[in-house]
């Protein structure tokens, strides 16, 4: 079992409770990663219906959650369809709701027959090799998730501040080789640093409000691609773009999330 | 009051319950259309907290709406934060839950302080009056929301499968002259042709397995300028990107959904 499966599991209470175990190992700073403690929450709703892979989820982050500490995930059915399924689950710890979630699940190894018109193409960044392994100093902040994802920047974005867009890419992958899934891209989609922080600079943890991914297709093994942009700022709230590729340049993931910006470096001469 | 707000009316009967009528002014062929039903059940949810602006609203679409009939939103506080409440809602007709939400809502008229870097500037289409009325013969639908809204397209994408890519543009406004709010930018959102048909041509009924609306700022009083794309069709499922300005040039929304393509007229000789 990899890490991601064995720190995101869940096991079966009740009709309608998880349990499961939040670990320290997916931080960014203090708090666990958000895209972690929702594929916790997805374990839990990919095994309530015949459907398993998340065509449409949506985690709306309530409060920061414990790292280290024992969770509960309230699940709930919403329909049983013959193509979706679409459910609903809480993430608690400690009494208090931590991540609200909705998801619709299809099968997406099970053709439509409808014939394909338009993708988004892969960009052409330099082989992870030729890339920059994510550092936290780069952001201001410890990363402990750096234990459990290899992550990859395309240098030229890869310093704070100096990138003159908003804009990052790279590569990503589990730590211990395990090829991903599609609960994995969900993760992905929010590992990588804000793509605010190469306009910016340092801008620090980002708060998610509300993160949105659709996974597109099951990924091929090997390392996958995210590209992450953010072309709306306004009041302090940032809309942010990503979309993820495999090894074979299939697009496997859009994503789009809501953030906090709660404060300017560069403003503040920091 | 305006066709929208008493169409769109909500009525308290406990804590968490309450009562609407779904109009069928609002219809996209013979259901009602999703953005009005998502309406709907937002009248509820922002009544729950001090927050009233939609900065986040996710919908899942679980089966269409009857119109015509009476429904029932039950509601459920998440969190109400500071800045921020939190809230899910299920509109239920007949007994059967028709679509599931969950909003994040906020004060978009408070400002944060923190200084606005980017934003997305309004595509330069023709004014209204330059634009082609929408149609629904161009859809191959009957279109009875064309009662309740105004939608002029931009002409060069007017026709279907005419403009050579999924695109859409153009102007929408209430059609009794009442002044766009937060609410109704979610209603727009979801109310312009399929992006796809200016590239497949008569796509008909593309049914919304997800819609989510990131509203921005508050509107000014006048037409609302969309625009919408396709840039991704898998497997029979399509993601639709698609912001609103007002007609000032703010960026008013941001929107995507998930929505599926149950047919290809180009495909089929059609």
Same mark, same amino acid.
Not at 39 to 47: F, K, N, S, T
Not at 123 to 136: A, K, M, N
Not at 165 to 191: K, M, Q, T, Y
């Given at each position: 079992?990899s890490w991601f499966e064995?720190e995101t599991? *869940?096991?079966?209470?009740?009709?309608?409770?998880?349990?499961? @175990?939040?670990?320290? @190992?997916w931080?960014?700073?203090?708090?666990?990663n958000?895209g972690y403690?929702a594929a916790i929450?997805l374990r839990?709703?990919r095994?309530? %219906?015949?459907?398993t892979d998340p065509?449409?989820v949506?985690?709306?982050?309530?409060?920061?959650?414990?790292?280290?500490?024992?969770?509960?995930?309230?699940?709930?059915?919403?329909?049983?369809?013959?193509?979706?399924?679409?459910?609903?689950?809480?993430? *608690?710890?400690?009494?208090?709701?931590?991540?609200?979630?909705?998801?619709?699940?299809?099968?997406?190894?099970?053709?439509?027959?409808?014939?394909?018109?338009?993708?988004?193409?892969? +960009?052409?960044?330099?082989?992870?090799?030729?890339?920059?392994?994510?550092? %936290?100093?780069?952001?201001?902040?410890?990363?402990?998730i750096?234990?459990r994802v290899d992550i990859?920047?395309?240098?030229?974005?890869?310093?704070?501040?100096?990138?003159?867009?908003?804009?990052?890419?790279?590569?990503i992958r589990l730590g211990d080789g395990a090829p991903p899934d599609a609960l994995a891209l969900v993760l992905f989609a929010d590992a990588?640093? +804000?793509?605010?922080?190469?306009?910016?600079?340092?801008?620090?943890?980002?708060?998610?409000?509300?993160?949105?991914v659709?996974v597109?297709r099951r990924p091929a093994a090997g390392w996958i691609?995210g590209?992450?942009?953010?072309?709306?700022?306004?009041?302090?709230?940032?809309?942010?773009?990503?979309?993820l590729?495999d090894?074979?340049?299939?697009?496997v993931a859009?994503?789009?999330?809501?953030?906090?910006?709660?404060?300017?470096?560069?403003?503040?001469?920091?």
């Amino acid at each position: 079992m990899s890490w991601f499966e064995a720190e995101t599991a *869940v096991e079966r209470v009740t009709d309608v409770r998880w349990s499961a @175990h939040v670990s320290g @190992h997916w931080n960014i700073g203090t708090n666990p990663n958000g895209g972690y403690l929702a594929a916790i929450a997805l374990r839990a709703l990919r095994q309530l %219906g015949p459907h398993t892979d998340p065509i449409s989820v949506t985690t709306h982050f309530l409060r920061p959650g414990t790292a280290g500490a024992a969770a509960e995930v309230i699940t709930e059915v919403l329909r049983v369809g013959r193509t979706i399924t679409t459910a609903r689950a809480t993430l *608690v710890q400690d009494g208090r709701a931590r991540l609200e979630m909705i998801a619709s699940l299809a099968d997406l190894a099970s053709p439509s027959g409808i014939e394909d018109a338009l993708t988004i193409a892969a +960009p052409p960044i330099p082989p992870p090799d030729q890339c920059v392994l994510r550092s %936290g100093v780069e952001q201001g902040i410890d990363l402990p998730i750096l234990d459990r994802v290899d992550i990859m920047l395309d240098g030229e974005q890869a310093t704070a501040g100096q990138a003159g867009a908003a804009e990052v890419s790279g590569w990503i992958r589990l730590g211990d080789g395990a090829p991903p899934d599609a609960l994995a891209l969900v993760l992905f989609a929010d590992a990588f640093p +804000p793509s605010l922080f190469g306009l910016l600079g340092n801008v620090g943890w980002v708060p998610s409000v509300e993160l949105t991914v659709h996974v597109r297709r099951r990924p091929a093994a090997g390392w996958i691609l995210g590209q992450f942009s953010t072309s709306d700022l306004h009041d302090g709230r940032m809309i942010e773009d990503g979309a993820l590729w495999d090894e074979s340049g299939a697009l496997v993931a859009q994503m789009r999330q809501i953030g906090l910006l709660l404060s300017r470096a560069d403003a503040s001469g920091g």
